[in-house]
């Protein structure tokens, strides 16, 4: 994938990134497309009647059209955000109102603080109790024990795809499946997933399904949210202001349908626009293309850590199919190795990955997590294992 490597100006910075998890680079085409939004028609979306105003809204409806066909879904089921945590807050608000003292909310231990915090403090808000579904090795759901959780009670079960620590991939479709048999809600944080494969709303079948383009090589600033349409028109508005009403008197207003009634406001449309050409970056370089690649590199970096690095413990080594490689070097703090990687140029991430209760789970406080795309090479991995096998001398020298 050596070809694709030009595409990406952030590399040519003779950096070494491993952090891709936690914002992938992005390609030429999206900056450009975002440049050429500010240089020749930088004005509002759905407000005037000039003419460089409708071009722009049609550019940024367009995107609406594509991010739906890339989810097969409808593009009225597709609300812009400001990223995956905007859009898990905004489905916990939406779903407020209808929850009880003693009602359940389902997560799991694996969650991305975006996806933990909302709903335990909806929990407190509401009296309502927060219940902790049983996982496996790789991290995702044990369904049996999620079958054998669900009540009658419980109203919102909201799950990661794909784990941000692990890389353990969730069945969504067999998790709806035990859902919907009860009145609860299906919540999907998608941030990592829609990065690693191809998703269909349809055959998910989850309710809400919530992701940032910033992942998917596209802008900071702006996600999506996808709901089921029937759910969205029974939702209230979250936010109120421009754009968002069709009519406004001293006594009443009413909102548009929906998305619009969520898009409160001048909404990001640059990163609109360049969240659109992510997503043809993707379509021109294909799902599996990357993959088999990104496989390749991850079971090659395994290969040489488990025998060229002493006191390496991997935490997700036989999961077959993650980008991600999340380790920790016994009697040397996570933030040490960062230290010492950033000192050669080598980006990674250390600390607790916003997954504080996994962590705790693991019996410590931090772990460092190598992320993979497919720009990544062997030859950066071999300098990653080399780097790392001087981690003990450069902290000697450092606290000497």
């Known amino acids: ?16 990134y491993f952090n891709s998890a936690s914002t992938a680079l992005k390609p030429q085409s999206v900056i450009d497309a975002m440049n050429e939004y500010y240089e020749k028609y930088s004005v509002n979306t759905n407000r005037g009647v000039d003419s460089l105003g409708y071009m722009v809204t049609k550019k940024y409806e367009n995107v609406r059209e594509d991010i739906a066909q ?18 898990l807050n905004m489905v916990a608000k939406f779903l407020e109102p209808s929850i009880q003292e003693n009602d359940e909310i389902i997560v799991s231990i694996h969650e991305h603080h975006a996806n933990f915090v909302p709903w335990q403090q909806l929990c407190h808000r509401k009296k309502a109790i927060l219940k902790i579904v049983k996982t496996k090795i790789d991290g995702t759901v044990d369904l049996d024990d999620l079958q054998n959780i669900m009540s009658e009670k419980t109203k919102i079960v909201a799950l990661n795809h794909i784990s941000n620590v692990f890389g353990g991939i969730n069945p969504i479709k067999e998790i709806a499946k035990i859902v919907h048999k009860y009145p609860a809600y299906l919540v999907i944080d998608g941030a990592q997933g829609i990065v690693h494969e191809k998703v269909d709303m349809q055959e998910m079948d989850a309710d809400f399904y919530a992701f940032s383009g910033h992942k998917i090589y596209g802008p900071t600033g702006i996600g999506v949210l996808y709901g089921k349409y029937d759910i969205l028109e029974k939702m209230e508005p ?3 202001g421009g754009e968002m009403i069709d009519i406004v008197t001293v006594d009443k207003t009413t909102y548009k349908k929906p998305p619009y009634c969520f898009e409160a406001g001048t909404m990001m449309i640059a990163e609109a626009i360049g969240l659109g050409k992510a997503i043809q970056y993707i379509n021109s370089v294909g799902y599996e293309k990357m993959n088999t690649h ?8 395994i290969k040489k850590l488990t025998t060229e690095v002493k006191d390496i413990v991997i935490y997700n080594r036989n999961i077959v199919d993650s980008n991600l490689v999340t380790f920790t070097i016994k009697g040397i703090h996570s933030h040490d190795v960062a230290s010492h990687l950033d000192s050669k140029k080598i980006i990674v991430r250390a600390g607790h990955h916003c997954a504080s209760p996994l962590m705790e789970s693991l019996g410590v406080t931090s772990t460092i997590r190598v992320s993979l795309a497919f720009y990544n090479t062997k030859e950066e991995c071999d300098k990653l294992v080399n780097a790392l096998k001087e981690v003990g001398d450069y902290l000697n020298v450092l606290f000497k």
Do not use: C, W
Request: hydrophobic share 35%; no cysteine.
């Open 238 to 240: 979250v936010e109120y």
């Open 70 to 87: 890339f989810m097969n879904a409808k593009a009225e089921e597709i609300i812009f955000t400001r990223g995956t945590t905007s859009s």
């Open 1 to 16: 994938m050596h070809e694709y490597r030009n595409d990406f100006p952030m590399l040519k910075q003779n950096y070494i």
């Open 294 to 301: 990104v496989k390749e590199v991850r079971n090659y970096l």
